[in-house]
């Protein structure tokens, strides 16, 4: 093991994975898009619904279980995967949990914030308090502090989840792990395809791959920023993983790839490769896909083989990164 991965196991973590996720052929699409198709079932992590933020929220409750905290304190949007499944871990280790939600997905219908995450949530006994914006990091970390501050005062230890890119990725952490994961149960994919959001799925993956050793191409699909802004943002988070992890650089910049078209129109909203990926799936291999990140993220598979960045027969592994409570929020925009 590199020394660069290395430094991975050296920082708490909560223990919160059920066990490595499975790879599976998906035998039927593979027929439609000429290539030989694989997913990693990370849907399938285990706790509250599973998903890809429970490996990142290891390291991040990791972190705050060793401060000895009793709440713990997350943004996101209104159906975001990750305060739900932030409130899960809350619920499962003893702590209680504070969402605030974002104002980011505008003109939706009442289900939207009612259903899916945010019912879920509610049953878990989240605290819930809201931000306007829905594009200011450094603001919605700010309210999240004071809050925190607040709590401090009445007798608490908070620890925030921060949301802005000038913070430590420990999320990122998370998917070097899976890296590792997916090497050590199959080494012999020509690409991988993956959600690209806050960037510490798509750029931990990456960098796990990289510290090993693995030069195989992963393809970010943009879910919120187009792909110049997108490939500015990952850099970011390297630079800040470069310095939690005190190593030199792991990933080059030109190594870094992403696909935004199925972007429009927008974060949080359904657009026509979306929403034909979603149904492709359901109805190819009878697994569900998410209309905020793996819908937008699955669409970038057949995306790059029209475009000839993924060649035909090649050996495409695609992440699975949950999510599946946010379709009952969808149903007016899924049209069905």
């Known amino acids: 093991m590199s020394d660069r991965f290395a430094g991975v196991n050296k920082f708490p973590r909560a223990k919160l994975l059920s066990g490595p996720t499975p790879i599976e052929k998906l035998d039927r699409l593979s027929g439609e898009l000429g290539i030989d198709l694989w997913i990693k079932r990370d849907d399938l992590t ?3 619904f599973g998903g890809n933020k429970v490996r990142q929220l290891e390291f991040y409750f990791g972190a705050a279980l060793e401060k000895s ?9 209104v159906q975001s995967n990750y305060a739900r499944t932030a409130a899960t871990a809350a619920a499962k280790l003893g702590l209680g949990a504070v969402i605030q939600m974002e104002n980011r997905v505008h003109g939706m219908d ?3 914030n009612t259903s899916g995450n945010v019912l879920l949530s509610r049953l878990l006994g989240a605290e ?5 914006e829905g594009e200011d990091e450094a603001g919605a ?13 009445e007798g608490r230890t908070p620890y925030v989840i921060p949301l802005g890119l000038n913070n430590p990725p420990l999320g990122a952490l998370g998917y070097m792990k899976a890296a590792e994961e997916i090497l050590q149960q ?3 994919f020509d690409s991988m395809v993956v959600a690209s959001g806050s960037g510490q799925t798509h ?4 960098a796990g791959l990289r510290a090993l050793g693995c030069k195989t191409p992963v393809h970010g699909i943009c879910v919120r920023r187009d792909a110049a802004t997108q490939i500015r943002r990952l850099t970011t988070v390297g630079e800040y993983l470069n310095t939690l992890l005190q190593c030199d650089p792991i990933v080059a910049v030109s190594d870094i790839l992403t696909w935004d078209g199925a972007l429009e129109p927008g974060y949080g909203h359904v657009g026509p490769p979306a929403r034909e990926a979603i149904m492709m799936m359901a109805r190819k291999e009878g697994l569900f896909l998410d209309p905020v990140y793996t819908g937008k993220s699955f669409a970038g598979v057949p995306g790059l083989v029209r475009e000839g960045r993924i060649k035909p027969g090649e050996r495409v592994l695609f992440v699975h990164t949950g999510g599946q409570p946010a ?3 969808y149903q007016s925009e899924l049209k069905l």
């Open 110 to 112: 009442e289900t939207y």
């Open 46 to 48: 285990g706790l509250g």
């Open 327 to 329: 379709l009952f929020a």
């Open 186 to 188: 199959d080494d012999g």
């Open 203 to 206: 750029f931990g993956l990456l």
């Open 128 to 132: 819930f308090m809201r931000y306007p």
């Open 141 to 153: 970390d700010l309210a999240l502090r004071q809050r925190a501050e607040e709590l401090g005062k």
């Open 69 to 77: 905290a009793d709440t713990v304190l997350i943004t996101g949007a």
